[in-house]
């Protein structure tokens, strides 16, 4: 086989990458390990900032998210009990963010790329990239019982954290930074209809809790808890009793229903550098990772994968690399400024374990400062609805 554009994996990433790139008229091939079912199935985040919901819809696979998703001007931040509505309108330029769940996005382009006659091969075991640093590299793999090769000109690696592609990268030539939180969240969907219009993080002494919302029928809600919990401890009731403590503030009421799934999950901060080495880019998770209190883990996604569509079209179609040259460095400035973002509002936002005395006192001013200054706020809001691209 051969191909263009050789793209591990099947997440937002890969996805929209080969999306776009089918628009410019490049060939590409997906290399996905899971199941078409697995991948369409797993529950994650669901903000889109602005700029992300606009290249769906202007790229021609916004239509479902337009009529399914919702649009929102602003979210909550909550401190003891106290309510605090940023305001994307006044804020950000009356810039939104659209609530509609990721693996709806995955759905809506695994269904574009295959109705577009786009190829993605799922399950296919045992990818390894191989010559990356040369003009030739290629992808081997096992599909369907038998090894095959995808000879191509360019390797996305589009894999996730977990994935193979990183390592291609020798340890020599790459450096990574990251921290791991000591906490996790318990995340649950839940079949009631959402307590709030709009998405609340809230702060309590108890720890941090986030109500945020799916569907008109279908809440989404997660509680702070220790990373090494496990869900079998936290039988339903012990949610709703932890989620109405933390998220309690006057005059309100949170509806409670029927858990359809909950899972526990670790946060961690990760950046890999450069993010790309000869022939071969990363691009999101597989490059960087984000505690998710800023709701950016997609939207970066996006960002790399639409500055990684562009710098090929010029290669591919007017034989130009310089765009591919300055990939690494144009992707990495957006990531550490999401990364700044999302470690301000974890540490906002969250009880920190053993924390100090003094520590404790600085998140309250913090916390104050946000309830108090408009300057603070905005600063929340343009992050929060996405900086451009550019
Ligand atoms: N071979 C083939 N596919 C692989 C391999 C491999 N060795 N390793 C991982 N994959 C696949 C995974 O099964 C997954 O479908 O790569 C895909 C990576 O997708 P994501 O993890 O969704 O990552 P990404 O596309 O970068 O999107 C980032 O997804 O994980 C969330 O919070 C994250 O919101 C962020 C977004
Ligand atoms: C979600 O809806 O799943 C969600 C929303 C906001 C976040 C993280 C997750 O910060």
């Known amino acids: 086989m051969e191909t263009q554009v050789g793209i591990v994996g099947a997440g937002p990433a890969g996805l929209v990458l080969s999306h776009l790139l089918a628009l410019q008229g490049i060939d590409n091939v997906v290399l996905e390990q899971k199941t078409r079912d697995r991948v369409e199935s797993r529950v994650r985040a669901g903000v889109l900032e602005q700029g992300s919901a606009d290249l769906l819809i202007d790229t021609g696979v916004g239509g479902r998210m337009v009529a399914e998703g919702a649009v929102h001007e602003g979210v909550n931040l909550q401190f003891d009990g106290e309510r605090h509505r940023i305001d994307f309108t006044a804020l950000a330029d009356g810039r939104t963010i659209t609530v509609y769940g990721q693996q709806e996005v995955v759905k809506d382009l695994i269904a574009a790329r295959l109705a577009a006659g786009g190829t993605i091969l799922f399950e296919a075991e045992d990818v390894a990239p191989h010559d990356v640093i040369g003009p030739a590299p290629s992808l081997t793999f096992r599909h369907c019982g038998s090894e095959r090769e995808l000879a191509c000109s360019v390797v996305a690696g589009c894999d996730g954290f977990h994935g193979v592609c990183r390592d291609a990268i020798p340890r020599r030539a790459r450096r990574e930074f990251g921290r791991e939180y000591p906490f996790g969240w318990l995340g649950i969907l839940a079949a009631v209809a959402p307590s709030t219009d709009e998405l609340i993080y809230a702060f309590s002494e108890r720890g941090f809790a986030l109500h945020s919302l799916r569907s008109p029928e279908i809440s989404r809600l997660y509680l702070q808890v220790d990373p090494a919990d496990h869900v079998s401890n936290w039988p339903d009731e012990r949610i709703w009793d932890e989620l109405r403590l933390r998220l309690a503030s006057p005059g309100w009421t949170l509806h409670e229903g029927p858990v359809l799934e909950k899972a526990i999950t670790g946060m961690r901060s990760f950046v890999c550098e450069p993010m790309q080495y000869g022939n071969l880019f990363l691009a999101g998770d597989a490059a960087h990772i984000v505690p ?19 710098a090929l079209a010029a290669h591919f179609n007017d034989g130009d690399r310089a765009g591919l040259e300055r990939y690494s460095e144009r992707c990495l400035g957006r990531v550490w400024r999401v990364q700044d973002f999302s ?30 200054s408009v300057a603070m706020r905005r600063t929340i809001a343009e992050n929060y609805v996405g900086l451009p691209l550019d």
Do not use: C, W
């Open 343 to 372: 470690n301000t509002m974890t540490e906002l936002l969250h009880v920190l374990p053993g924390d100090d005395p003094f520590s404790s006192r600085v998140q309250r001013a913090k916390q104050r400062y946000v309830e108090s």
């Open 292 to 310: 998710p209190t800023g709701a950016k883990g997609m939207n970066l996604a996006i960002a790399d994968v639409t500055v990684l569509a562009r």
